[in-house]
């Protein structure tokens, strides 16, 4: 069994992964925070006391990291005797914390795909660009690595997988769609990261169809899915990280990401883009000086975790199957809802937050039992999805099914 975890970020994914670890410290041991400023990790933990949500005596610590610097980062990791590391740090850290770990034998689990600052949108599979280059050295050395194990990507690759597992013979087509139907009452604001979530729609969309990968635009594709609870949502075809993992995980079948957008949304969206304010690459000043656009369109919009007192309603997440079972064509729908105001009320972020935040820590509890302590690298679909989903069920993200024989909850 591996104990004590090392949390990097002190964002609104980063409070709920504190405040899930700190209600399981029984499996997980002692929990570290670390982020570039201490005092971000210190509130945390101070919303940690304040709900009480620590299940028994323990360490519970905050500490200042450049997570860029790996020397620091395995300094960090041998002086806390962390065992797990959860990276829910930006992107662009991903490859740096996963060396660190490599190199002291730390477990480690991230919740999206690594970025480089200067690129977008990279060549498929774009897993194959950085994290699946170290899939070797992991597996020689015995390290457990799981990528990628948020809500998407991370519980859809569960759901894909389970449906592949329990409910057909053949997969044909995975269609994984992702609806916020909240509200922030803000004029205009991200999510997560405005950087990261900018970035994710101002490049090429890649899905897998037809065995090969297909491009098409921002805005494209759209469509409009009738889902449980949220009810008709449009939707349109995205380009995202757990298509990449699948396309190769999924025995061929089609594999597209579609997520809801408002008609405000894509028209601001559209101006900042049009003129130039979405780029990743520096511009010169007047003055001779350098920004990138950007950075200073995340700069003056809402912090993502200030979002959450306000927000209302209820996301819907999951994966559309269809395939054939006992030679017979049928559609599922495996899917989870979540409620912003009951996520703010339990961890104090929002809904988004939360359903990014609590997969990692049910997988590093899985990590920690050594289900799901594996000795290499994989992706989440690479795993057996019940025992995840179980922790899930009884973590806040209950996972339910709608097919020919109505809806239902699924136990595990």
């Given at each position: 069994?591996?104990?004590?975890?090392?949390i990097?970020?002190?964002?609104?994914?980063?409070?709920?992964?504190?405040?899930?670890?700190?209600?399981?410290?029984?499996?997980?041991g002692?929990?570290?925070?670390?982020?570039?400023t201490?005092?971000?990790?210190?509130?945390?933990?101070?919303?940690?006391?304040?709900?009480?949500a620590?299940?028994?005596?323990?360490?519970?610590?905050?500490?200042?990291?450049?997570?860029?610097?790996?020397?620091?980062?395995?300094?960090?990791?041998?002086?806390?005797?962390?065992?797990?590391?959860?990276?829910?740090?930006?992107?662009?850290?991903?490859?740096?914390?996963?060396?660190?770990?490599?190199?002291?034998?730390?477990?480690?689990?991230?919740?999206?795909?690594?970025?480089?600052?200067?690129?977008?949108?990279?060549?498929?599979?774009?897993?194959?660009?950085?994290?699946?280059?170290?899939?070797?050295?992991?597996?020689?050395?015995?390290?457990?690595?799981?990528?990628?194990?948020?809500?998407?990507?991370?519980?859809?690759?569960?759901y894909?997988?389970?449906?592949?597992?329990?409910?057909?013979?053949?997969?044909?087509?995975?269609?994984?769609?992702?609806?916020?139907?909240?509200?922030?009452?803000?004029?205009?604001?991200?999510?997560?990261?405005?950087?990261?979530?900018?970035?994710?729609?101002?490049?090429?969309?890649?899905?897998?169809?037809d065995?090969?990968?297909?491009?098409?635009?921002?805005?494209?594709?759209?469509?409009t899915y009738?889902?449980?609870?949220?009810?008709?949502?449009?939707?349109y075809?995205?380009?995202?990280?757990?298509?990449?993992?699948?396309?190769?995980?999924?025995?061929?079948?089609?594999?597209?990401?579609?997520?809801?957008?408002?008609?405000?949304?894509?028209?601001?969206?559209t101006v900042?883009?049009?003129?130039?304010?979405?780029?990743?690459?520096?511009?010169?000043?007047?003055?001779?000086?350098?920004?990138?656009?950007?950075?200073?369109?995340?700069?003056?919009?809402?912090?993502?975790?200030?979002?959450?007192?306000?927000?209302?309603?209820?996301?819907?997440?999951?994966?559309?199957?269809?395939?054939?079972?006992?030679?017979v064509?049928?559609e599922?729908?495996?899917?989870?809802?979540?409620?912003?105001?009951?996520?703010?009320?339990?961890?104090?972020?929002?809904?988004?937050?939360?359903?990014?935040?609590?997969?990692?820590v049910?997988?590093?509890?899985?990590?920690?039992?050594?289900?799901?302590?594996?000795?290499?690298?994989?992706?989440?679909?690479?795993?057996?999805p019940?025992?995840?989903?179980?922790?899930?069920?009884?973590?806040?993200?209950?996972?339910?099914?709608?097919?020919?024989?109505?809806?239902?909850?699924?136990?595990?």
């Amino acid at each position: 069994m591996k104990k004590n975890v090392l949390i990097i970020g002190a964002g609104g994914v980063a409070q709920v992964v504190a405040h899930k670890c700190a209600r399981n410290n029984d499996v997980l041991g002692d929990i570290h925070i670390a982020s570039r400023t201490r005092a971000k990790c210190n509130a945390i933990i101070a919303s940690i006391h304040d709900k009480q949500a620590m299940k028994q005596p323990g360490v519970l610590k905050a500490h200042a990291l450049d997570a860029f610097d790996i020397e620091a980062t395995k300094a960090l990791i041998e002086k806390t005797g962390a065992e797990i590391v959860i990276n829910v740090g930006t992107s662009f850290l991903n490859m740096s914390v996963m060396r660190a770990c490599i190199d002291t034998g730390t477990a480690y689990i991230d919740t999206a795909i690594h970025e480089e600052p200067g690129k977008i949108c990279e060549t498929p599979p774009w897993y194959g660009n950085y994290e699946w280059q170290r899939a070797e050295e992991c597996a020689e050395k015995g390290v457990t690595v799981i990528l990628g194990a948020g809500f998407d990507p991370g519980v859809v690759n569960a759901y894909a997988k389970l449906a592949k597992d329990d409910y057909f013979d053949t997969v044909t087509d995975v269609d994984i769609v992702d609806i916020n139907a909240g509200s922030h009452g803000k004029y205009f604001a991200t999510n997560f990261d405005p950087e990261i979530n900018f970035r994710e729609f101002t490049g090429v969309v890649y899905s897998w169809q037809d065995g090969q990968w297909q491009t098409n635009k921002m805005f494209e594709i759209g469509k409009t899915y009738d889902l449980p609870v949220v009810g008709p949502s449009k939707a349109y075809l995205c380009g995202h990280d757990e298509v990449h993992s699948l396309a190769k995980n999924m025995d061929g079948a089609d594999v597209r990401f579609w997520m809801g957008f408002g008609d405000h949304y894509i028209n601001v969206f559209t101006v900042l883009k049009s003129i130039g304010l979405l780029s990743e690459q520096p511009v010169r000043l007047a003055d001779g000086s350098e920004v990138v656009p950007l950075k200073v369109v995340k700069a003056c919009l809402p912090d993502p975790a200030s979002l959450a007192p306000g927000y209302t309603g209820k996301t819907c997440i999951g994966d559309f199957v269809k395939g054939l079972k006992d030679g017979v064509e049928r559609e599922v729908f495996i899917y989870n809802v979540a409620d912003h105001k009951d996520a703010y009320n339990e961890v104090g972020s929002q809904g988004i937050s939360y359903t990014a935040g609590v997969p990692p820590v049910a997988a590093a509890m899985l990590v920690a039992t050594g289900e799901w302590d594996v000795g290499r690298m994989a992706n989440v679909e690479e795993l057996d999805p019940k025992p995840f989903l179980n922790i899930l069920n009884h973590n806040g993200l209950p996972t339910r099914i709608r097919d020919e024989n109505g809806d239902r909850a699924l136990e595990f």
